[in-house]
């Protein structure tokens, strides 16, 4: 297995959202909650479209800096990887996340619509099965949900096929991304509750 270059892995989550959006759009109602609202419809469209332009950005950024976490996991525990490789390892992992986009358009194609803005959020982490309250609770619950496990298989699976980095390392290096992924989630929840 190559790994895909930056470029194409950026377009290959741009494609993915931009399905997930389209899905989204088709399902908006015309009245509403979200049509009586300022704005309305189209500026959630809008909003819609934009999320797909800027996934695969927020996703190179993330790449980024979790690169420079995996690198150095890898240096304390005596391996050497490069950067350039490291992030297109990473950008081909993002490829689990970007699917829970996909995923949340065709569960509120299934409910029938959005009527809120609320039915837009669709829980793809633990948060799915059973009610939780909003804060660290919830944030650490969706962390632990089925397209983040699989995100960071994807990561352990890459590190040691791709990186060549040893068992332990590999597995430091994952864990570590996972817990800054974690981290950042737990900031943005603080900033915006």
């Not at 895909?4 to 959006?21: K, M, Q």
């Not at 479209?49 to 976490?69: D, E, I, K, N, R």
């Not at 029938?112 to 982490?125: C, F, K, R, S, Y």
Request: glycine share 8%.
């Amino acid at each position: 297995m190559t790994l895909p270059t930056v470029s194409r892995a950026l377009i290959g989550l741009f494609l993915i959202n931009l399905a997930a959006a389209l899905v989204l759009s088709l399902f908006l109602p015309p009245a509403g909650a979200l049509a009586a609202a300022p704005g309305g419809k189209g500026l959630l469209t809008v909003a819609l479209w934009a999320s797909a332009v800027f996934y695969p950005v927020s996703a190179l950024a993330q790449s980024a800096v979790l690169s420079l976490v995996a690198w150095s996991i890898a240096s304390l525990m005596g391996t050497s990887i490069s950067f350039s490789p490291t992030i297109r390892a990473l950008l081909t992992a993002e490829f689990p996340l970007a699917a829970a986009a996909p995923w949340s358009a065709l569960v509120i194609a299934l409910r029938g619509g959005a009527a809120t803005p609320a039915d837009l959020a669709v829980p793809t982490g633990l948060g799915a099965f059973m009610s939780l309250p909003a804060g660290w609770i919830s944030v650490l619950a969706e962390q632990a949900g089925l397209f983040h496990i699989v995100w960071v298989a994807a990561m352990l699976y890459l590190f040691r096929t791709q990186l060549h980095l040893p068992r332990g390392a590999a597995w430091t290096a994952a864990l570590a991304c996972w817990m800054t992924a974690l981290g950042g989630a737990l900031i943005r929840a603080n900033l915006t509750s």
